[in-house]
């Protein structure tokens, strides 16, 4: 393997030189091949050495405020009738993006899972019965190889758009953010700087909204360019190229990130993700979690502040309340006050409020007034 | 009403000057108001014939080979106990898209709702209790106004993305679309004249491909650039604006469209919707329906055809059969022996076929051989 690893048998594309990242990533996955031979040459059983992607390896760093991935490993033998199966198919993936890089194209992981299936010879055996196992080696392959899917050149969905006071290179191309129209310019999934290469930020700050109808109000009132700011939506629960993509700018390019959520434990949830990453994922959090984001609203005091009508207001169901519950419990909420007291607040409220709320008041209220006296007191909560 | 319809009491925001399609628009639901004042006038109970939105009084029409609306409308009458309410209600939407025309805003659906929610002055009435009641009114608007509701200042979730051989503008900036990176331009939710003007087209056809993972791969591929075309996505079922510039591409710039979906139920369906239009929102299908769109694929034909392997076959499950039936028996599938052979060989296959699956064959396989090959033999369904 770590023979092939330079020419495969499979493909006929022509393979491109390697540059950038890719010639870390593919040596990362060159060492884990190159483990079998030697595991071999000395006449020993092939491991893998698999960080646990359990829950209770999962856990929140104070010092560096996200949630990062312990020690733990499970090993993966080779010559262990449990094991061999998965052992095999973490191998198959890495072989399948090696192939990928060398042919410097990309795919989702729906696409890797067809590409990697098929019933090995002489057997009724298939590499993989559906996609969740694919997907779980992804993981896998991620952890071991300390690289992020992305890397692997694994691209996900797409959902989520940008304008704004940025120029920025994509792939060769020369995106002025500023001159977007309507419409925007589509995150894609892979936002790595082998790709997206910033040019010229006139941007203050980002802030990123949660749903694109709102960030439509936004980008019509024109708020990025009287606020020399960045505007961003991921249609919910951000993919992860928004999450890189923010990472990046926010870190590469110093800008302070403010989101603008609704208030209900969905909206709460969000702002988790992107603050302190995610517990499923924790190996990615270095790679996208924004610690110093800030929560800029809606609140739960916002009812009484903005004088909303009751009847804008949407009841708690007892899902929310026990969403709430579970949040108010997290590491990184639980010792903070201001979020202890928002989320009682909302309890004790009894509903939610949802951004779309405050067009009661006046279309562009929240472009016009909220937003702008959030930043202007510098009233958010981290 | 009449007289309040040029400067409403409620706004405080400017108001501009009307334009292009604003001024029609404005003046039919000035129309609408017009006649409460004349019913007033000559002692009259107000009514409203709103065109029945029943599925009854939507059929295909064989010439245009589009869905219509019937003749059939139901009398909503301001005294009568049952209809009062909605009577109210849908006056009350005329108004609220008067005011975004008049602010040259526009808000979605659910902002509407926001905007027009309030308990109606010493009463507890609410004006609506959830967003369906509005949502109806909306749909009743649009046929009673014979305006499309971005034309009402409305618009729709957006999701979906173009790159290709064109240049436009979009609200005043110059969108070329062969410089759009690996993201795209986020195609826009109002997509009508006013915002999106067509300037330089060298496309020879528009390619639309169901969802995006897919789209990346034509876009890093540059399909668009090989072939001189326009490619887009929807996400699966796509969104109005989608549908809207789709139709405005091929009308305006006389561009063949090309559906590439999946060879299951939802792919055929998405094709139907695209062709032919949503027995739902049958009003609109004048203004959105393709009934030239083509379907290149996938055919039912293609696992013997592309020589795939049954392990990347997906067994068709008890729903599935279902919608094939009912889709077969559309009246605009129905005496088409190509489709009726299509739908019974998948039934007769016993599994569907994703796009994705081609990449068993090669990453590639679709953009440089499945896809060319079905152009250069002019080989589709109608």
Same sequence: chains 1, 2.
């Avoid at 994509?170 to 589509?186: L, P």
């Avoid at 590469?252 to 603050?275: A, M």
């Amino acid at each position: 393997m770590a023979k092939k690893a330079k020419r495969g048998p499979e493909e006929t594309a022509p393979e491109l030189e390697l540059t950038g990242r890719d010639v870390d990533t593919m040596d990362r996955l060159q060492t884990l091949a190159r483990r079998v031979i030697e595991s071999a040459e000395k006449h020993r059983d092939p491991h893998l050495d698999v960080p646990s992607r359990s829950l209770s390896n999962a856990h929140f760093n104070r010092k560096k405020r996200f949630i990062e991935m312990g020690d733990r490993t499970n090993r993966r033998e080779l010559f262990n009738l449990n094991q061999a199966r998965m052992y095999m198919q973490t191998m198959l993936a890495g072989s399948g993006c090696s192939r990928l890089l060398r042919q410097g194209k990309s795919t989702s992981i729906r696409g890797l899972y067809y590409m990697l299936k098929h019933t090995i010879e002489g057997t009724k055996e298939e590499t993989f019965d559906d996609q969740a196992e694919s997907d779980a080696v992804i993981e896998d392959l991620e952890v071991l190889a300390g690289a992020l899917r992305e890397e692997l050149h694994l691209y996900a969905q797409t959902r989520g758009s940008l304008v704004g006071t940025i120029t920025f290179e994509d792939s060769g191309d020369t995106i002025d953010a500023s001159r977007m129209g309507s419409g925007g310019y589509s995150i894609p999934s892979i936002v790595e700087p082998e790709i997206i290469k910033f040019k010229k930020c006139d941007a203050k700050f980002i802030l990123h909204v949660e749903k694109d109808t709102v960030w439509q109000r936004f980008n019509q009132d024109k708020f990025w360019q009287k606020h020399k700011c960045i505007l961003t939506h991921g249609s919910g629960q951000p993919p992860r190229g928004v999450r890189r993509l923010l990472y990046r700018m926010h870190n590469e390019l110093k800008l302070p990130l403010y989101c603008l959520l609704d208030n209900d434990p969905w909206g709460y949830y969000i702002y988790s993700v992107l603050k302190q990453g995610s517990i499923n994922l924790a190996f990615e959090s270095q790679r996208m979690a924004i610690p110093a984001a800030r929560y800029l609203g809606l609140r739960s005091i916002d009812f009484d502040r903005c004088e909303l009508k009751p009847n804008v207001t949407i009841k708690l169901n007892d899902q929310d309340r026990k969403r709430a519950q579970q949040i108010a419990k997290y590491p990184w909420f639980a010792d903070k006050k201001p979020w202890q007291a928002e989320i009682k607040k909302m309890m004790d409220n009894g509903f939610k409020l949802e951004v779309e709320s405050l067009i009661s008041k006046d279309i562009s209220y929240v472009t016009e007034v909220y937003v702008p006296d959030r930043l202007r007191q510098g009233d958010f909560l981290d």
